[in-house]
């Protein structure tokens, strides 16, 4: 099964110190907090003709904005490692131009390339990834960067220097487009390899709980891990067990916040007696991890693309969980749900109440970020349950207690805001 980067059509700062003394994730390798990206913003590794807001900038990655025109595409196409992306347009290309300032829609399941606005200069030593934002993967909107010269979607090599150019592919939704909305995010790593092996992320549940379920943490015997830390689904619990998206809905302006009806675009789904779902093959489905996710502020997430050995299922379009995503330094709140994107392939799907169905992995943060995920900077998921995108009318109904997180008080599958 190939890699779903590069195939659409497949499975798809307060420091804690360790006992040696030395500063958590304050090694050579690791993910770029929030104040760094603010540096290499202004050291000029990432730029352009368009000032970036200080808003784009979340704790462990920078939202990018789309530009001010796309391209409709005969087809995908991959990378390689000797051709320019513009170099390709000339051949896959349709039509003109399309003018995105006052607005232009993006019909479902036909490719489209923009350019954004954001353009890189990074250092030898510094990579980037990308990965589709919560609300663009919750929508079913695929999308994945390109690079020039760059065999691999999403992936930027070190000390890439160049323009970034963002595939987009609405699947379920029509939706309307616009210059500087942000579909997807761009995660900044030093050299070395920052991921967390198995006995780390065990250590770490030990002393500051990654998993929960039922509001307890869960014991370590509990815990599935293999090159990263498993979710089961939810199919067990009462009222609301997910959402499929309807056949034909009307237009989606992305720009529009909590203004849809929700049964204008989403059917309910529930669970049959067995708490076992058959999932619809090619239909879009949006679902409940059983357990809630607490990232410490030291730490960043990614949910990755299902086994493809454990079937045809493809599980996640949105990957990035930020420093602080479902955690509480008080310990009064016990993590935050995943809302798991899933989509089945080719043939009905059987999904049982506690199958594993997606895998968490964490790398290191460089340093603590100076804010973290939760409301005060405008995150839209936290401590969510079963959450619809922010441009929902339902989305708008927060729970009467909402626990409000700051770096003073120490911020599908998840796919993080």
């Known amino acids: 099964m190939t890699d779903p980067r590069t195939d659409l059509f497949e499975v798809s700062t307060v420091t804690r110190k360790e006992d040696d003394g030395e500063d958590e994730g304050g090694g050579s390798a690791g993910i770029y907090p929030a104040q760094r990206i603010r540096t290499a913003i202004a050291d000029q590794w990432i730029g352009g003709r368009y000032t970036i807001p200080p808003s784009n900038v979340q704790p462990a990655s920078l939202d990018l904005r789309l530009g001010e025109r796309a391209y409709a595409l005969r087809c995908s196409f991959l990378p390689d490692s000797e051709t320019r992306v513009e170099e390709k347009l000339v051949e896959l290309a349709q039509g003109d131009p399309i003018d995105l300032t006052k607005g232009a829609i993006l019909e479902r399941n036909r490719p489209y390339l923009i350019p954004l606005m954001e353009e890189l200069r990074l250092p030898d030593d510094v990579r980037g990834k990308a990965n589709p934002k919560s609300s663009t993967g919750r929508l079913d909107i695929f999308t994945r960067v390109i690079t020039d010269k760059n065999y691999r979607f999403d992936e930027i090599r070190h000390g890439y220097g160049g323009r970034l150019f963002l595939e987009v592919v609405p699947r379920s939704f029509s939706v ?150 479902g955690y509480d330094s008080s310990g009064e709140a016990a993590g935050a749900r995943a809302v798991l994107e899933v989509r089945a392939r080719d043939v009905p799907f059987m999904i049982e109440h506690g199958q594993r169905i997606c895998k968490l992995t964490f790398e290191e943060m460089l340093d603590e970020p100076d804010t973290l995920y939760g409301e005060e900077i405008g995150s839209s998921y936290q401590y969510q349950e079963l959450t619809l995108s922010k441009h929902f009318r339902k989305h708008r109904q927060r729970p009467a207690r909402q626990l409000r997180l700051s770096v003073g008080d120490a911020s599908m599958w998840a796919l993080e805001a």
């Open 176 to 325: 309307k487009v616009y210059p500087e909305l942000t579909l997807n995010q761009l995660r900044l790593a030093s050299a070395g390899d920052a991921r967390c092996d198995d006995e780390r992320i065990f250590d770490i549940h030990d002393r500051t709980p990654l998993l929960f379920r039922g509001g307890d943490r869960l014991h370590a015997d509990d815990l599935s891990v293999a090159d990263g830390l498993f979710l089961s689904v939810d199919l067990n619990h009462e009222g609301l067990l997910g959402y499929r998206a309807r056949r034909n809905s009307p237009l989606i302006d992305l720009s529009r916040v909590g203004e849809y009806e929700v049964e204008d675009f989403w059917d309910v789904v529930q669970p049959d007696r067995g708490h076992r779902f058959i999932l619809d093959p090619e239909e879009f489905y949006l679902l409940l991890s059983a357990e809630s996710v607490s990232i410490p502020p030291f730490l960043a997430a990614e949910m990755t693309a299902y086994d493809p050995t454990a079937g045809e299922l493809r599980t996640h379009y949105a990957g990035f969980f930020d420093p602080g995503f």
